[in-house]
C-alpha cells in the first residue's frame, strides 16, 4: 500500500529565504506525482505535476523535482514571500485509475 | 480560467439523514473523482468516474455512498444516511486524461449532528 510521508509538518522562515518542502512515497511504481496549495478552510491548488518519466518541472519561483527510485520529490520556493503561507500537499498517482494518495502537508509560515 | 465549482459550501445535517453533494467539473473534462478531508486527517480518495461507471472506489465508499452524473454538467455525491464519522470536507476533482493534472473544486464542508 502506497504512503507519502511529508516531514516536518510545520515550518516559519523569514521573508525572502529559499526553502525546500520534502515530500517521500513507498512505492516507487508511480504514474506522476503533483504538489498541490491549500490555504485555510480552502480547496486545493494544483502547483507542479512531475510525470514519472520526468526529473523536475519549473513554474515562476517553484521547482519540483523527483528522483522516483529513492521515492522522494522536493518543492523548491525560491525567494519565499508571506503571500506563500499555507499547506503544501505532495500526491501520488500509482493507479490505472489516477486515484492521488496524499502525505499530510507541510504548513509553512512565512514571517515578513 | 476554467474551474470546478461545488455547492453548497457548507451542508449541516442530522445523524440518519440523507445529503447530495453537488459537483460541476471542467466541461471538456471526462475523469472524475471525490475525496475527502477529515480535520486535521489527509485527504482521502473515495471514488473515480468515467464513462458514467465507478472506475475504482476505496474501503471508504461503502453502500451507503452513491456517485452520479444526472446529466452533461453535474456530478454529485450522495450519501444515503449520514453518520457522525461522515463530518468531513469533501473535494470534488476532474481531469481531461489519465495521468494528468487532477483540478480540484472549493470543496463542501459536511457536518453531521
Known amino acids: 500500500k502506497q504512503e507519502v510521508t511529508q516531514i516536518p509538518a510545520a515550518l516559519s522562515v523569514p521573508e525572502g529565504e529559499n526553502l525546500v518542502l520534502n515530500c517521500s512515497f513507498t512505492d516507487s511504481a508511480i504514474y506522476n506525482l503533483q504538489w498541490f496549495r491549500q490555504d485555510p478552510g480552502k480547496g486545493l491548488t494544483s502547483l507542479l505535476l512531475?510525470?514519472?518519466?520526468?526529473r523536475e518541472q519549473t513554474s515562476g519561483r517553484l521547482n519540483a523535482s523527483l528522483d522516483k527510485s529513492s521515492g522522494r520529490s522536493t518543492l523548491y520556493i525560491a525567494a519565499s514571500q508571506p503571500g506563500d503561507s499555507a499547506t503544501y500537499l505532495c500526491a501520488v498517482d500509482t493507479g490505472a485509475n489516477s486515484k492521488l494518495t496524499f502525505g499530510k502537508g507541510i504548513t509553512l509560515s512565512v514571517r515578513p | 480560467e476554467p474551474e470546478v465549482t461545488q455547492t453548497p459550501s457548507h451542508q449541516v445535517t442530522q445523524m440518519g439523514q440523507e445529503v447530495i453533494l453537488r459537483c460541476v467539473p471542467i466541461s471538456n473534462h471526462l475523469y472524475f473523482y471525490w475525496y475527502r478531508q477529515i480535520l486535521g486527517q489527509k485527504v482521502e480518495f473515495l471514488v473515480s468516474f468515467y464513462n458514467n461507471e465507478i472506475s475504482e472506489k476505496s474501503e471508504i465508499f461503502d453502500d451507503q455512498f452513491s456517485v452520479e452524473r444526472p446529466d452533461g454538467s453535474n456530478f454529485t455525491l450522495k450519501i444515503r444516511s449520514t453518520k457522525l464519522e461522515d463530518s468531513a470536507m469533501y473535494f470534488c476533482?476532474?481531469?481531461?486524461?489519465?495521468?494528468?493534472?487532477?483540478?480540484f473544486g472549493p470543496g463542501t464542508r459536511l457536518t453531521v449532528l
Open positions: 476533482a476532474s481531469q481531461t486524461y489519465p495521468q494528468g493534472t487532477q483540478y
Open positions: 512531475i510525470q514519472s518519466s520526468q
